[in-house]
């Protein structure tokens, strides 16, 4: 199943909010108390079962207590109503038990039964101090009768059609493991009986979980830990069995409780994704629908080098599996950079200095920098310019002071310079000087979207930038180096020149070439910038590929062809 469109009128802080879903991963963000929760507590209400085995409250709408407040002067008591609307897709192929009953129980017509995917629009309004919910239903355009569209209702709710996880709730461990002592006093006949039927059900049992076992692992190694996985199965007879999780590594095994936080709640959640998926894998059953996954803060517990490479599972995982994973987060490494309409921005509009009611933020064209700006805590100046890079498309990118210096690189991935080129198949792209690398929180951001990331500066700012690359965790000659050669006025990109370059361009343009040399003002710099295009243009012309004019580029493209082979590209500090 799919949730292609909610929309929710007069709850909370939402008054007449409208939501589509995209793609099979959704990212909701916004600021605190934008109105986020609000929408997962419209989810849990229409969907989740309560937990009665830890008491939770029946997660309903009232309203009474859920009614807009600042409408509340406005509208009669008696007038007063919350609706929520669903648009659902359900999928003859992966949603067959769903299918089956909405094609026999509605008796729906032919063209209908034979549409790989059925839209159906579920609607649910509590009006006043009703208790029961008004629930409608129409599928094409067709409203059926209240008696069957509780019904659809009903049967929705039976079949676990969306699965949730709260990364910020208390992790209960006995959801995972349940007591074995079953029996405490019984006959020696009766104990001969059971432990004859435990050992056949063991057997059983023990083939399920290596089966399960070898699936869970391979999702897991999706992920940079490598863990192995371990079920360890408690005979017993009952329907529900009890179970234990260990995590691993080479060096043993370690009971999912005894390890930290961020590790127990991101492979709670990918056992979550487990149970869906095998669920989609399962044959055809009058029960039959693939839930919708829905994630509150995935990145808890995480470092923001761990939280970028889940994030990517997360959609990787989505996309391979076709379940649709809808998350609330404020990291932007759970953000989508693939799909940015997938990006839901929530926002609370302001009215007399008064908070008022939650709103969506356009993220489409050049708008999608809006969730990742306030996630970061950047401006849009600050993040925008840096769209081609992560819109590239590519997995590699080499970051180099300024434009000049990218030509230069462009030159040397010439196939004209036979083995001496730099091979490189990422983009280059200008980071617009030293300044930049002193942001270690959009710097490391970048780096999180790139398996490959190497940075470039000039040979004269290496003390000052130097410093905040190891910050970031990368290594000189690995992810870092300097450009230039080490003597005066060649601690830069142009120090690799052959002299002729020089001696050109100086004889053409001897005034701008007085005006670079002068005192530092707006005119000198303005040269110096003028010379730096005319260099690469005389170079560009006249170098001849394969001779001692591009020895010293030569010199770079292998060193840089040394770290592209290397792929280093893992952040390592806090």
Not at 342 to 355: M, P
């Amino acid at each position: 199943m799919r949730i292609s469109e909610v929309r929710i009128q007069n709850y909370r802080t939402i008054t007449n909010l409208s939501i589509k879903f995209p793609k099979y991963d959704t990212a909701i963000c916004g600021k605190n108390d934008a109105g986020k929760s609000n929408i997962i507590r419209v989810l849990r209400s229409a969907f989740q079962k309560p937990d009665r085995m830890f008491f939770m409250p029946d997660p309903d709408i009232s309203v009474k207590d859920d009614f807009t407040k600042w409408r509340q002067k406005d509208v009669p008591a008696s007038e007063r109503f919350i609706q929520v609307d669903f648009v659902l897709q359900i999928s003859q192929a992966d949603d067959e038990g769903l299918h089956l009953f909405l094609v026999t129980y509605l008796s729906l017509p032919d063209e209908l039964k034979a549409a790989p995917i059925l839209a159906i629009t579920l609607s649910i309004k509590r009006i006043a101090d009703e208790k029961a919910e008004q629930v409608g239903l129409s599928i094409d355009g067709k409203p059926y009768e209240v008696l069957k569209a509780q019904e659809v209702y009903k049967r929705l709710q039976s079949t676990s059609a969306i699965l949730f996880h709260d990364s910020t709730e208390f992790f209960h461990p006995y959801r995972f493991r349940q007591s074995a002592d079953v029996f405490r006093e019984m006959s020696p006949s009766d104990e001969r009986r059971l432990k004859d039927a435990q050992e056949n059900v063991g057997k059983v049992l023990t083939k399920v979980a290596k089966r399960n076992q070898e699936d869970l692992t391979e999702m897991l190694g999706r992920l940079k830990d490598k863990y192995k996985i371990g079920f360890s199965i408690i005979n017993t007879a009952e329907t529900n069995v009890p179970y234990t999780i260990t995590l691993g590594t080479d060096d043993g095994d370690v009971e999912l409780e005894n390890w930290g936080s961020g590790t127990q709640n991101r492979t709670r959640i990918l056992m979550t994704l487990f149970k869906a998926s095998k669920i989609r894998e399962t044959s055809t059953s009058s029960e039959k629908v693939v839930p919708v996954i829905v994630i509150e803060e995935p990145e808890s517990y995480l470092h923001p080098s761990a939280q970028a490479e889940f994030g990517r599972t997360l959609r990787d995982l989505a996309e391979e599996f076709k379940i649709q994973v809808v998350v609330t987060t404020h990291s932007p490494y759970l953000l989508s950079l693939d799909e940015p309409e997938a990006n839901i921005l929530l926002k609370r509009t302001t009215v007399k200095k008064g908070v008022r009611e939650t709103g969506l933020i356009d993220t489409s064209g050049d708008k999608w920098v809006e969730p990742f700006s306030l996630a970061l805590g950047l401006s849009e100046a600050e993040l925008g310019p840096w769209k081609d890079a992560l819109f590239s498309g590519r997995d590699s990118v080499l970051l180099v002071e300024g434009e000049i210096d990218k030509s230069y690189l462009e030159l040397l991935r010439s196939e004209v310079h036979g083995t001496s080129r730099f091979v490189f198949d990422g983009i280059i792209f200008p980071y617009g000087g030293k300044d930049t690398l002193r942001h270690k929180d959009l710097l490391r951001f970048i780096m999180s979207r790139f398996k490959h990331f190497i940075v470039t500066y000039d040979l004269d700012v290496e003390a000052e930038v130097e410093v905040h690359l190891k910050e970031l965790g990368l290594a000189k000659g690995s992810g870092y180096i300097a450009v230039g050669k080490n003597a005066p006025t060649k601690k830069c990109i142009e120090g690799l020149l052959p002299e002729q370059t020089f001696q050109s361009v100086f004889s053409k343009n001897v005034q701008l070439v007085q005006k670079a040399t002068g005192a530092v003002t707006a005119d000198a710099r303005s040269a110096k910038s003028s010379l730096k295009k005319l260099y690469f243009r005389e170079f560009e012309t006249t170098a001849k590929p394969l001779t001692d004019d591009y020895k010293d580029f030569y010199t770079l493209a292998k060193q840089l062809n040394k770290m592209v082979e290397k792929k280093q590209v893992k952040v390592t500090s806090p």
